[in-house]
Protein backbone atom coordinates (compact mmCIF):
# COMPACT_ATOMS: atom_id res chain seq x y z
CA UNK A 1 0.00 0.00 0.00
CA UNK A 2 1.65 3.36 -1.09
CA UNK A 3 1.69 5.89 1.50
CA UNK A 4 -1.27 8.49 1.89
CA UNK A 5 -0.30 11.82 0.98
CA UNK A 6 -2.81 14.94 0.47
CA UNK A 7 -4.41 15.02 -2.84
CA UNK A 8 -1.72 17.05 -4.77
CA UNK A 9 -2.35 20.60 -5.09
CA UNK A 10 -3.72 20.59 -1.36
CA UNK A 11 -1.71 20.99 1.75
CA UNK A 12 -2.64 20.78 5.49
CA UNK A 13 -2.27 24.21 7.56
CA UNK A 14 -0.71 23.37 10.90
CA UNK A 15 -1.18 25.67 13.97
CA UNK A 16 1.50 27.79 12.65
CA UNK A 17 -0.26 28.37 9.02
CA UNK A 18 -3.74 28.82 10.48
CA UNK A 19 -1.99 31.71 12.66
CA UNK A 20 -1.30 33.32 9.80
CA UNK A 21 -4.09 32.49 7.94
CA UNK A 22 -6.11 34.13 11.10
CA UNK A 23 -4.55 37.08 11.15
CA UNK A 24 -5.11 38.03 8.05
CA UNK A 25 -9.05 37.00 7.94
CA UNK A 26 -9.07 38.43 10.92
CA UNK A 27 -7.73 41.98 10.10
CA UNK A 28 -9.26 42.20 6.88
CA UNK A 29 -12.68 41.40 8.40
CA UNK A 30 -12.52 43.87 11.01
CA UNK A 31 -11.06 46.85 8.59
CA UNK A 32 -14.39 45.86 6.24
CA UNK A 33 -16.51 46.39 8.90
CA UNK A 34 -14.96 49.76 9.19
CA UNK A 35 -16.06 50.69 5.69
CA UNK A 36 -19.47 49.39 6.45
CA UNK A 37 -19.31 45.44 4.84
CA UNK A 38 -20.95 42.51 6.82
CA UNK A 39 -19.90 38.84 6.23
CA UNK A 40 -21.36 36.84 3.52
CA UNK A 41 -20.86 33.17 3.62
CA UNK A 42 -21.68 31.37 0.68
CA UNK A 43 -21.66 27.20 -0.06
CA UNK A 44 -18.89 25.90 -1.52
CA UNK A 45 -20.75 24.51 -4.63
CA UNK A 46 -23.12 25.73 -6.96
CA UNK A 47 -25.11 24.77 -9.58
CA UNK A 48 -22.31 24.41 -12.81
CA UNK A 49 -24.26 27.22 -14.38
CA UNK A 50 -23.28 29.58 -11.87
CA UNK A 51 -19.92 29.50 -13.36
CA UNK A 52 -20.58 28.75 -17.01
CA UNK A 53 -22.11 31.71 -16.93
CA UNK A 54 -20.04 34.10 -14.74
CA UNK A 55 -16.76 32.69 -16.16
CA UNK A 56 -17.78 32.27 -19.78
CA UNK A 57 -17.68 28.90 -21.30
CA UNK A 58 -14.59 28.96 -22.95
CA UNK A 59 -12.62 30.35 -20.65
CA UNK A 60 -9.20 28.30 -19.35
CA UNK A 61 -11.31 27.99 -15.43
CA UNK A 62 -14.51 26.83 -17.45
CA UNK A 63 -12.87 24.66 -19.83
CA UNK A 64 -9.91 23.34 -17.52
CA UNK A 65 -10.11 24.45 -13.77
CA UNK A 66 -13.16 24.04 -12.43
CA UNK A 67 -13.64 20.47 -10.34
CA UNK A 68 -17.44 19.39 -11.64
CA UNK A 69 -19.28 16.84 -10.90
CA UNK A 70 -22.75 15.21 -10.65
CA UNK A 71 -24.68 14.61 -7.67
CA UNK A 72 -26.58 11.71 -7.09
CA UNK A 73 -29.99 13.55 -8.60
CA UNK A 74 -28.18 14.19 -11.39
CA UNK A 75 -27.37 17.89 -11.13
CA UNK A 76 -23.99 19.51 -12.27
CA UNK A 77 -22.25 21.19 -9.49
CA UNK A 78 -19.10 22.76 -9.39
CA UNK A 79 -16.39 23.32 -6.75
CA UNK A 80 -16.54 27.24 -6.89
CA UNK A 81 -13.29 28.60 -8.28
CA UNK A 82 -14.18 32.09 -6.97
CA UNK A 83 -16.54 33.98 -4.74
CA UNK A 84 -18.26 36.67 -7.04
CA UNK A 85 -20.36 34.46 -9.04
CA UNK A 86 -21.82 33.09 -5.63
CA UNK A 87 -22.32 36.13 -3.78
CA UNK A 88 -24.09 37.76 -7.35
CA UNK A 89 -26.45 34.86 -7.31
CA UNK A 90 -27.34 34.91 -3.80
CA UNK A 91 -28.17 38.63 -4.51
CA UNK A 92 -30.60 37.25 -7.09
CA UNK A 93 -32.11 34.16 -5.22
CA UNK A 94 -32.27 35.73 -2.24
CA UNK A 95 -34.33 38.94 -3.85
CA UNK A 96 -32.01 41.11 -2.66
CA UNK A 97 -32.68 44.00 -5.08
CA UNK A 98 -34.51 46.22 -2.85
CA UNK A 99 -31.52 46.91 -0.19
CA UNK A 100 -29.55 48.43 -2.37
CA UNK A 101 -26.59 49.41 -1.87
CA UNK A 102 -25.14 46.07 -0.36
CA UNK A 103 -21.77 45.87 0.63
CA UNK A 104 -20.61 42.50 1.41
CA UNK A 105 -17.18 40.99 2.48
CA UNK A 106 -16.39 37.14 2.32
CA UNK A 107 -13.41 34.61 3.25
CA UNK A 108 -13.14 31.19 2.48
CA UNK A 109 -11.96 28.00 0.11
CA UNK A 110 -11.63 28.06 -3.83
CA UNK A 111 -11.00 25.30 -5.84
CA UNK A 112 -9.30 25.07 -9.17
CA UNK A 113 -7.26 22.02 -11.15
CA UNK A 114 -4.31 24.12 -12.20
CA UNK A 115 -0.41 23.00 -12.18
CA UNK A 116 0.03 24.06 -8.02
CA UNK A 117 3.55 26.19 -7.66
CA UNK A 118 4.68 29.02 -5.21
CA UNK A 119 1.43 30.71 -4.22
CA UNK A 120 -1.07 28.70 -6.04
CA UNK A 121 -2.77 25.71 -4.82
CA UNK A 122 -6.03 23.57 -6.23
CA UNK A 123 -7.45 24.40 -3.07
CA UNK A 124 -6.53 27.38 -1.66
CA UNK A 125 -7.82 30.86 0.01
CA UNK A 126 -9.14 33.93 -0.54
CA UNK A 127 -10.82 36.86 1.52
CA UNK A 128 -12.77 39.65 -1.11
CA UNK A 129 -15.52 42.42 -0.76
CA UNK A 130 -18.32 43.01 -3.19
CA UNK A 131 -20.47 46.33 -3.47
CA UNK A 132 -23.58 45.89 -5.28
CA UNK A 133 -25.76 48.78 -6.14
CA UNK A 134 -23.15 52.01 -6.79
CA UNK A 135 -22.38 52.71 -10.34
CA UNK A 136 -20.27 56.01 -9.26
CA UNK A 137 -16.45 56.02 -8.69
CA UNK A 138 -16.59 56.46 -5.89
CA UNK A 139 -17.77 52.83 -5.27
CA UNK A 140 -14.08 52.42 -6.89
CA UNK A 141 -12.47 54.49 -5.08
CA UNK A 142 -14.29 53.19 -1.36
CA UNK A 143 -13.04 48.97 -2.35
CA UNK A 144 -9.42 49.83 -3.84
CA UNK A 145 -8.80 52.09 -0.65
CA UNK A 146 -10.38 49.32 1.62
CA UNK A 147 -7.82 47.07 0.00
CA UNK A 148 -5.01 49.38 0.23
CA UNK A 149 -5.95 49.89 3.73
CA UNK A 150 -5.49 46.21 4.33
CA UNK A 151 -2.99 45.88 3.16
CA UNK A 152 -1.03 48.52 5.10
CA UNK A 153 -2.23 46.97 8.16
CA UNK A 154 -1.09 44.04 7.66
CA UNK A 155 2.40 45.21 6.63
CA UNK A 156 2.50 44.29 2.92
CA UNK A 157 1.64 47.12 1.45
CA UNK A 158 4.95 48.50 0.43
CA UNK A 159 5.90 45.12 -0.44
CA UNK A 160 3.30 45.91 -3.61
CA UNK A 161 2.00 48.34 -6.71
CA UNK A 162 -1.62 49.43 -7.51
CA UNK A 163 -1.60 48.61 -11.18
CA UNK A 164 -5.20 50.58 -12.64
CA UNK A 165 -6.64 50.31 -15.98
CA UNK A 166 -9.89 51.34 -17.59
CA UNK A 167 -12.06 49.01 -19.66
CA UNK A 168 -14.47 51.81 -20.22
CA UNK A 169 -17.71 51.83 -21.06
CA UNK A 170 -19.96 49.64 -23.17
CA UNK A 171 -19.22 52.13 -26.76
CA UNK A 172 -15.30 52.46 -25.94
CA UNK A 173 -15.05 48.62 -24.90
CA UNK A 174 -16.85 47.65 -28.61
CA UNK A 175 -14.61 50.38 -30.59
CA UNK A 176 -11.80 49.31 -28.94
CA UNK A 177 -12.24 45.43 -29.49
CA UNK A 178 -12.48 46.27 -33.22
CA UNK A 179 -9.22 47.78 -33.35
CA UNK A 180 -7.46 45.49 -31.59
CA UNK A 181 -8.75 42.98 -33.46
CA UNK A 182 -7.56 44.30 -36.60
CA UNK A 183 -4.20 44.61 -35.49
CA UNK A 184 -3.82 41.05 -34.34
CA UNK A 185 -5.61 39.82 -37.27
CA UNK A 186 -2.57 41.11 -39.89
CA UNK A 187 0.08 39.57 -37.08
CA UNK A 188 -1.85 36.03 -36.31
CA UNK A 189 0.93 34.04 -37.90
CA UNK A 190 3.37 35.56 -35.81
CA UNK A 191 1.05 35.09 -32.37
CA UNK A 192 1.55 31.80 -30.21
CA UNK A 193 -0.89 29.08 -30.61
CA UNK A 194 -3.47 29.71 -27.49
CA UNK A 195 -3.44 33.18 -28.63
CA UNK A 196 -4.35 32.59 -32.39
CA UNK A 197 -7.15 30.26 -30.22
CA UNK A 198 -8.16 33.11 -28.58
CA UNK A 199 -8.18 35.46 -30.92
CA UNK A 200 -11.86 35.85 -32.78
CA UNK A 201 -13.45 34.71 -29.44
CA UNK A 202 -12.04 36.83 -26.94
CA UNK A 203 -8.75 39.32 -28.51
CA UNK A 204 -8.44 41.20 -25.58
CA UNK A 205 -7.39 37.95 -23.31
CA UNK A 206 -4.21 38.40 -26.04
CA UNK A 207 -2.89 41.15 -23.73
CA UNK A 208 -2.67 38.93 -21.38
CA UNK A 209 -0.12 36.60 -23.03
CA UNK A 210 2.84 35.76 -21.12
CA UNK A 211 4.70 34.57 -24.11
CA UNK A 212 7.49 36.35 -24.97
CA UNK A 213 6.58 36.72 -28.96
CA UNK A 214 3.31 37.59 -28.14
CA UNK A 215 4.53 40.46 -25.53
CA UNK A 216 6.16 41.60 -28.21
CA UNK A 217 3.68 41.91 -30.61
CA UNK A 218 0.72 43.26 -27.96
CA UNK A 219 3.86 46.44 -27.28
CA UNK A 220 2.77 47.78 -30.69
CA UNK A 221 -0.89 47.49 -29.81
CA UNK A 222 -3.72 50.15 -29.73
CA UNK A 223 -4.81 51.41 -26.32
CA UNK A 224 -7.30 51.21 -25.08
CA UNK A 225 -7.44 54.86 -23.97
CA UNK A 226 -7.57 56.02 -27.02
CA UNK A 227 -11.04 54.64 -27.69
CA UNK A 228 -12.62 55.82 -24.26
CA UNK A 229 -15.60 57.78 -25.04
CA UNK A 230 -16.08 61.51 -23.01
CA UNK A 231 -18.46 59.36 -19.93
CA UNK A 232 -15.46 56.77 -19.40
CA UNK A 233 -12.83 58.79 -19.57
CA UNK A 234 -14.48 61.31 -17.36
CA UNK A 235 -15.43 58.08 -14.82
CA UNK A 236 -11.55 57.27 -15.17
CA UNK A 237 -10.59 60.47 -14.33
CA UNK A 238 -12.94 60.48 -10.97
CA UNK A 239 -11.57 57.30 -9.81
CA UNK A 240 -7.75 57.71 -10.22
CA UNK A 241 -8.72 61.25 -9.09
CA UNK A 242 -9.80 60.11 -5.92
CA UNK A 243 -7.27 58.28 -5.19
CA UNK A 244 -4.63 60.74 -5.40
CA UNK A 245 -6.98 62.59 -2.73
CA UNK A 246 -7.00 59.45 -0.44
CA UNK A 247 -3.06 59.52 -1.21
CA UNK A 248 -3.38 55.93 -2.52
CA UNK A 249 -0.12 55.82 -4.79
CA UNK A 250 -1.19 54.15 -8.29
CA UNK A 251 0.57 53.17 -12.09
CA UNK A 252 -1.83 53.10 -15.03
CA UNK A 253 -1.04 49.66 -17.05
CA UNK A 254 -2.50 50.07 -20.11
CA UNK A 255 -2.43 45.91 -20.77
CA UNK A 256 -4.49 45.27 -17.47
CA UNK A 257 -7.99 44.22 -19.06
CA UNK A 258 -10.65 41.61 -17.78
CA UNK A 259 -11.76 39.75 -20.77
CA UNK A 260 -15.41 39.32 -19.93
CA UNK A 261 -17.74 41.44 -21.50
CA UNK A 262 -19.55 42.52 -17.76
CA UNK A 263 -16.70 43.77 -17.23
CA UNK A 264 -16.37 47.54 -17.44
CA UNK A 265 -14.07 50.29 -16.28
CA UNK A 266 -11.84 50.14 -13.70
CA UNK A 267 -9.56 46.73 -13.32
CA UNK A 268 -6.53 46.78 -10.69
CA UNK A 269 -4.31 45.14 -8.99
CA UNK A 270 -1.69 44.82 -6.19
CA UNK A 271 1.60 43.52 -7.53
CA UNK A 272 4.37 42.79 -5.44
CA UNK A 273 7.75 40.92 -6.93
CA UNK A 274 8.58 39.45 -3.82
CA UNK A 275 6.46 36.09 -4.25
CA UNK A 276 7.74 34.76 -8.25
CA UNK A 277 5.68 34.46 -11.16
CA UNK A 278 2.85 35.14 -8.94
CA UNK A 279 2.49 38.49 -9.04
CA UNK A 280 -1.04 39.62 -7.93
CA UNK A 281 -1.59 39.48 -4.26
CA UNK A 282 -5.07 41.37 -4.58
CA UNK A 283 -7.23 41.90 -7.68
CA UNK A 284 -10.43 43.15 -9.04
CA UNK A 285 -12.51 45.20 -10.96
CA UNK A 286 -16.51 46.97 -11.93
CA UNK A 287 -19.06 44.14 -13.25
CA UNK A 288 -22.15 46.12 -14.15
CA UNK A 289 -23.10 43.33 -16.29
CA UNK A 290 -22.71 40.32 -14.42
CA UNK A 291 -25.81 40.31 -12.40
CA UNK A 292 -28.09 40.89 -15.55
CA UNK A 293 -25.76 37.99 -17.26
CA UNK A 294 -26.99 35.80 -14.35
CA UNK A 295 -30.60 36.19 -15.52
CA UNK A 296 -30.83 39.25 -12.88
CA UNK A 297 -31.84 42.59 -13.09
CA UNK A 298 -29.24 45.31 -14.48
CA UNK A 299 -27.39 45.58 -11.18
CA UNK A 300 -23.78 47.73 -11.05
CA UNK A 301 -21.15 46.08 -8.78
CA UNK A 302 -17.44 46.24 -8.04
CA UNK A 303 -15.01 44.10 -5.75
CA UNK A 304 -11.81 42.58 -5.60
CA UNK A 305 -10.31 39.08 -4.13
CA UNK A 306 -6.81 38.56 -2.57
CA UNK A 307 -5.07 35.65 -2.24
CA UNK A 308 -4.58 34.29 1.73
CA UNK A 309 -1.44 31.98 0.70
CA UNK A 310 0.37 34.57 -0.92
CA UNK A 311 -0.56 37.09 1.62
CA UNK A 312 0.61 34.84 4.56
CA UNK A 313 3.97 34.51 2.80
CA UNK A 314 4.01 38.29 2.77
CA UNK A 315 3.36 39.13 6.12
CA UNK A 316 5.60 39.43 9.70
CA UNK A 317 5.00 36.61 12.05
CA UNK A 318 2.09 36.73 13.87
CA UNK A 319 1.78 37.05 17.85
CA UNK A 320 2.46 33.99 19.00
CA UNK A 321 -0.10 32.64 21.40
CA UNK A 322 -0.46 33.68 24.84
CA UNK A 323 2.16 31.20 26.74
CA UNK A 324 0.64 28.48 29.19
CA UNK A 325 0.80 27.18 32.53
CA UNK A 326 2.30 23.49 32.84
CA UNK A 327 0.55 21.70 35.77
CA UNK A 328 2.95 19.02 36.99
CA UNK A 329 0.89 16.55 39.45
CA UNK A 330 3.02 13.85 41.45
CA UNK A 331 1.48 10.98 42.26
CA UNK A 332 -2.45 9.61 41.56
CA UNK A 333 -3.65 11.79 44.13
CA UNK A 334 -2.04 14.93 42.54
CA UNK A 335 -3.55 14.15 38.95
CA UNK A 336 -6.77 14.06 40.54
CA UNK A 337 -6.61 17.35 41.79
CA UNK A 338 -4.50 18.70 38.35
CA UNK A 339 -7.66 18.09 36.27
CA UNK A 340 -10.07 20.52 38.66
CA UNK A 341 -7.34 22.59 38.90
CA UNK A 342 -7.05 22.95 35.26
CA UNK A 343 -10.42 23.28 34.72
CA UNK A 344 -11.27 26.43 37.23
CA UNK A 345 -7.97 28.15 35.64
CA UNK A 346 -9.10 27.46 32.24
CA UNK A 347 -12.35 29.66 33.14
CA UNK A 348 -10.52 31.97 34.97
CA UNK A 349 -8.33 32.88 31.35
CA UNK A 350 -5.50 31.31 32.28
CA UNK A 351 -3.86 28.88 29.26
CA UNK A 352 -3.05 26.05 30.97
CA UNK A 353 -1.02 22.63 29.49
CA UNK A 354 -1.74 19.28 31.28
CA UNK A 355 0.55 16.90 31.24
CA UNK A 356 -0.87 13.49 31.06
CA UNK A 357 1.92 11.06 31.64
CA UNK A 358 5.74 10.82 32.92
CA UNK A 359 7.74 11.20 36.23
CA UNK A 360 8.64 14.68 37.61
CA UNK A 361 11.49 15.27 35.21
CA UNK A 362 9.10 14.22 32.10
CA UNK A 363 6.81 16.86 32.53
CA UNK A 364 9.09 19.53 32.87
CA UNK A 365 10.53 19.05 30.24
CA UNK A 366 7.49 19.08 28.29
CA UNK A 367 6.59 21.91 30.16
CA UNK A 368 9.97 23.61 28.74
CA UNK A 369 9.13 22.22 25.15
CA UNK A 370 5.66 23.84 25.59
CA UNK A 371 7.57 27.22 26.29
CA UNK A 372 5.23 27.14 29.86
CA UNK A 373 5.90 30.63 31.73
CA UNK A 374 5.01 28.99 34.74
CA UNK A 375 4.90 25.68 36.61
CA UNK A 376 2.50 24.59 39.29
CA UNK A 377 3.84 21.50 41.20
CA UNK A 378 1.82 19.61 43.24
CA UNK A 379 2.99 16.80 45.20
CA UNK A 380 1.99 15.16 48.84
CA UNK A 381 3.23 17.86 50.80
CA UNK A 382 1.24 20.67 48.67
CA UNK A 383 -1.95 18.40 48.69
CA UNK A 384 -1.68 18.08 52.84
CA UNK A 385 -1.10 22.15 52.64
CA UNK A 386 -4.27 22.73 50.10
CA UNK A 387 -1.72 24.80 48.09
CA UNK A 388 0.93 24.65 45.57
CA UNK A 389 4.57 24.91 44.35
CA UNK A 390 4.24 27.83 41.73
CA UNK A 391 7.36 28.37 39.85
CA UNK A 392 8.92 30.95 37.07
CA UNK A 393 10.38 29.02 34.63
CA UNK A 394 12.03 31.83 33.20
CA UNK A 395 13.49 33.29 36.48
CA UNK A 396 13.41 29.90 38.47
CA UNK A 397 12.21 31.63 41.74
CA UNK A 398 9.34 29.62 43.56
CA UNK A 399 7.14 29.56 46.04
CA UNK A 400 4.15 27.49 47.96
CA UNK A 401 0.65 29.66 47.45
CA UNK A 402 -2.36 28.66 48.85
CA UNK A 403 -4.48 26.89 45.55
CA UNK A 404 -7.26 29.75 46.28
CA UNK A 405 -4.90 32.57 45.87
CA UNK A 406 -3.70 30.85 42.66
CA UNK A 407 -6.41 32.12 40.23
CA UNK A 408 -5.94 35.84 41.63
CA UNK A 409 -1.86 35.44 41.04
CA UNK A 410 -2.15 34.10 37.54
CA UNK A 411 -4.72 35.43 35.39
CA UNK A 412 -4.14 38.93 35.21
CA UNK A 413 -0.85 38.41 33.73
CA UNK A 414 -2.73 36.70 30.76
Avoid at 89 to 117: C, D, T
Avoid at 246 to 271: K, W
Avoid at 292 to 307: D, F, L
Wanted: glycine share 10%; with cysteine; hydrophobic share 40%.
Amino acid sequence: MSKLQPVRGTRDLLPEDCRRHRAIGDTARAIAERYGFGEIVTPIFEFTEVFQRTLGETSDIVTKEMYTFPDRGGEMLTLRPENTAGVARAFISGGLGQMQPLKFFYAGPMFRHERPQKGRLRQFHQIGVELIGVPEPLGDVEVIALGAHILEVLGVLGKTTLEINTLGDAESRNAYRAALLEFLRARRDKLSAESQERLERNPMRVLDSKDEGDRRIVAEAPRNTDYLTPAAAEFFKRVTGGLEALGVRYQINPFLVRGLDYYCHSAFEFTTTELGAQSAVLAGGRYDGLIETMGGPPTPGVGWAAGIERLAMLIAEPAAPARPVAIVPIGPAAEAVALNLAHELRHAGVTVELGYRGNLSKRMKHADKVKARAAIIIGDDELAKNAVMLRDLDSGVQELIERARLIERLAPRT
